[in-house]
């Protein structure tokens, strides 16, 4: 169960890159890089990597 | 009309820095920007860069990867550049809210996701963060805070979590500045540190979401833990940053107590330049439009986000100079074909290219504007996002770029 609903998160955050990556300049990218700077740098969150050695999931 | 001897273009970590750095060697300094900058949003700990593991000793491990990184801002500063500037931020924060590294190396503080992430220097108020073992710790949400998930944070940090509904406000709509005022009344968070105290079983660590106050949070921290008898530590979360707010409230009323002008909430709308010299800028505060000189200017306007960097169908400009700006192929290669692609997405390494000195270069390597200098994320040839280093890059290359311009 543990990492179950951000898993569902990243599915999301996946999904959501193929639409919006063939159009991300002027401000979608302003918003892409908020997103990513909360999801992957704040949060941490990276692809699947069972047994990383530093950080990532608990 | 008004002459400084430096103008700094960005309210973020970086340009703060420049600011503090350029006032403590006597100039007199014009800090302008068109928001609060990014560290009302993500400011949290001090990361310098989080890859490097948690066993190995910060100085060595940055010194190697720097010989591995030469484009990397880091290069320009090098190790002891990075030491200076941060010893200079954490004189700033002198007790009871300390910036502090737990150990040798990176620590590992958990996240509003219930996430572990890699920090070099944390506030007080999360100090305990990097010492908490699941088994004995109780993480505490608030009723109708929707920012903070407390049960999805204790569930993934196989913690114990309880959700507590608000000595005074149980209703929907909390936020993280409205709760942070609420903290900074005595009353509130003694009242608040009984309800917890009262759903304890024998844990030594509470963490709370990063709303322990603004005005005093030490003074929070230290009445949850009287109260409850347990190490009490924030979890970073969601932006607006209250930590961030901390840290940028902190610079502003250093920068005006030491005879800063400050100029904010307007954009840089023109730039004066002449003979390869930038000679002013103006800014629009409608209806009128102020022009300002300097002898010297800091660029640390940050990246898409902040404005610093603006991305046109098929290429990125640099908006109030019209830098050059290096970017990673056509907007077809700006981005990997997944968003968790194992590598960043190329287009975090596109930003201003700079000589030695911070001032910004075309792609030939020839300085642009002889008396103006890039500071913080603008730079190139970082990936802050995954290697974790934000306000390592905004304060060692503020700080470089203010003793370099003030040195010439």
């Not at chain 2, 100090?127 to 903070?148: C, H, N, Q, W, Y």
Request: glycine residues 12%; hydrophobic residues 45%; proline residues 7%.
């Amino acid at each position: 169960m543990s990492g179950g609903s951000n898993r569902i998160l990243k599915g999301f955050l996946e999904e959501r890159w193929k639409g919006i990556r063939p159009v991300l300049w002027g401000t979608s990218l302003k918003e892409e890089e908020l997103i990513e700077s909360i999801y992957k740098g704040l949060f941490n969150l990276t692809a699947e990597e069972p047994g990383r050695p530093v950080g990532g999931e608990a | 009309m008004k002459r400084f001897d430096l103008i700094v273009i960005g309210t973020g970590l970086a340009g703060l820095t420049a600011a503090r750095t350029a006032i403590g060697i006597g100039a007199k300094v014009l800090i302008v920007g068109r928001g609060m900058g990014a560290l009302t949003l993500f400011g949290n700990t001090v990361d310098l860069l989080g890859e490097i593991p948690p066993a190995t000793e910060m100085a060595e491990g940055i010194t190697h990867w720097i010989a591995a990184h030469p484009e990397h801002p880091y290069a320009r500063t090098g190790w002891e550049g990075i030491e200076s500037a941060i010893t200079a931020f954490r004189e700033l924060f002198p007790p009871p809210y300390p910036f502090a590294a737990s150990g040798r190396g990176n620590s590992l503080l958990p996240t509003g996701a219930g996430t572990m992430r890699p920090t070099w220097l944390t506030p007080v108020t999360m100090a305990a963060g990097a010492a908490m073992t699941p088994s004995e710790t109780l993480i505490v949400g608030f009723r109708g805070f929707k920012d903070f998930q407390g049960d999805t944070v204790s569930l993934h940090l196989k913690c114990r979590g309880v959700v507590l509904s608000l000595p005074r406000y149980g209703l929907e709509g909390l936020t993280a500045p409205a709760l942070a005022r609420l903290m900074d009344e005595t009353s509130f968070r003694e009242r608040l540190g009984e309800s917890i105290r009262q759903q304890m079983a024998g844990e030594r660590f509470i963490g709370l979401p990063a709303v322990l106050g603004l005005r005093d949070p030490a003074a929070v921290l230290k009445t949850l833990e009287t109260v409850t008898g347990a190490r009490v530590f924030e979890i970073p979360m969601l932006p607006p940053s209250i930590p961030g707010t901390r840290i940028f409230h902190r610079f502003r009323e250093e920068l005006i107590a030491k005879g800063a002008d400050f100029r904010m909430g307007h954009p840089v709308s023109g730039v004066m330049v002449k003979d390869g010299r930038c000679a002013g800028i103006s800014i629009d505060n409608p209806p009128l439009v102020a022009e300002y000189r300097a002898d010297r200017f800091i660029l640390a306007t940050g990246r898409f986000l902040g404005g610093g960097l603006w991305a046109e169908m098929d290429r990125i400009i640099e908006p109030v100079f019209d830098l050059p700006v290096f970017q990673p192929g056509e907007r077809g290669q700006w981005f990997g074909e997944r968003f968790f692609d194992p590598e960043a997405h190329p287009i975090h390494r596109a930003g201003v290219l700079t000589d030695a000195d911070l001032r910004p270069v075309d792609a030939a390597g020839r300085v642009v504007l002889a008396n103006v200098r890039a500071a913080g994320s603008i730079l190139a040839h970082h990936q802050a996002i995954e290697e974790k280093s934000r306000e390592g890059i905004d304060i060692a290359t503020g700080f470089l770029a203010a003793k370099r311009a003030l040195a010439s």
